[in-house]
């Protein structure tokens, strides 16, 4: 399970780089939940590779980031 976490990490963070988005975890989480409607410490867990998202995230990440899993 960690290891798809990473993977969707990576994939987030390349996102939110060709978004333009500042590189500070901080600033990512805190945009990244606004984008998502999920809470900071979610998102964070997102960015770190941490966490692996639920379905409903999941399609969020792939309507608004435009992510293939």
């Known amino acids: 399970?960690?290891?798809n976490a990473k993977q969707i990490a990576i994939k987030v963070n390349?996102?939110?780089d060709?978004?333009?988005v500042p590189v500070n975890s901080r600033e990512r989480a805190n945009i990244l939940s606004k984008m998502l409607a999920i809470?900071?410490?979610q998102a964070w867990g997102l960015i770190e590779g941490h966490a692996?998202?639920?379905l409903a995230v999941l399609k969020k990440l792939t309507s608004?980031?435009?992510i293939k899993f």
């Open 1 to 3: 399970m960690e290891h």
């Open 18 to 20: 060709n978004l333009g």
């Open 39 to 41: 809470s900071k410490p």
């Open 14 to 16: 390349r996102s939110l």
């Open 64 to 66: 608004e980031l435009e």
């Open 52 to 54: 692996f998202p639920d």
